[in-house]
């Protein structure tokens, strides 16, 4: 297994553990945040389906215009807008060959100035492990919220994962 196929394999186990998480925030307290310089839970929500729909734009043009996207208005709307950035990343990572994993360079650019630039590769498990960490932020805002933390990768005190 290539590197690239192992990423395609992580990419789409980890996409309904991330979707079991935006479905457990309460839809009413999406302004919620623990502290005055958090993110709140709807920046939070978007900023990961915003990750994901950069990943197609890294593959498919090279470069990431990073603009910070405004925070999401509903649960089941954002829901919809990561499920399609999935969609989107997995059709485009089904397409893309090893060499341009490994060689083609992409640029992260925010305010129209390159912030870094990476291997394909290594822009796109970044952007994974960046996930991963908002995922868990994310996932400590739901029981303050009211909600119940799902399983993850085994169960929380409020889903036993079966």
Do not use: C
Request: hydrophobic fraction near 35%; avoid cysteine.
């Amino acid at each position: 297994m290539t590197n690239r196929e192992y990423y395609l394999r992580r990419s789409i186990l980890e996409a309904p553990i991330l979707a079991k998480v935006f479905k457990a925030v309460p839809e009413g307290k999406l302004d919620y945040r623990p502290h005055p310089r958090s993110r709140s839970a709807a920046e939070l929500l978007s900023l990961m389906a915003y990750e994901l729909k950069t990943s197609s734009e890294a593959i498919e043009t090279g470069k990431i215009n990073w603009n910070e996207p405004p925070p999401a208005k509903s649960v089941n709307q954002i829901v919809e807008e990561l499920n399609k950035a999935q969609e989107e990343l997995e059709r485009r990572l089904k397409k893309l060959d090893d060499q341009t994993w490994e060689n083609k360079k992409v640029q992260l650019l925010a305010g129209g100035q390159v912030a870094f630039e990476e291997t394909l590769g290594e822009m796109l498990w970044t952007t994974h492990y960046d996930l991963i960490h908002h995922r868990g932020q994310l996932s400590t805002y739901i029981r303050p919220m009211g909600g119940k933390v799902p399983s993850i990768y085994g169960p929380s005190a409020d889903d036993m994962g079966m």
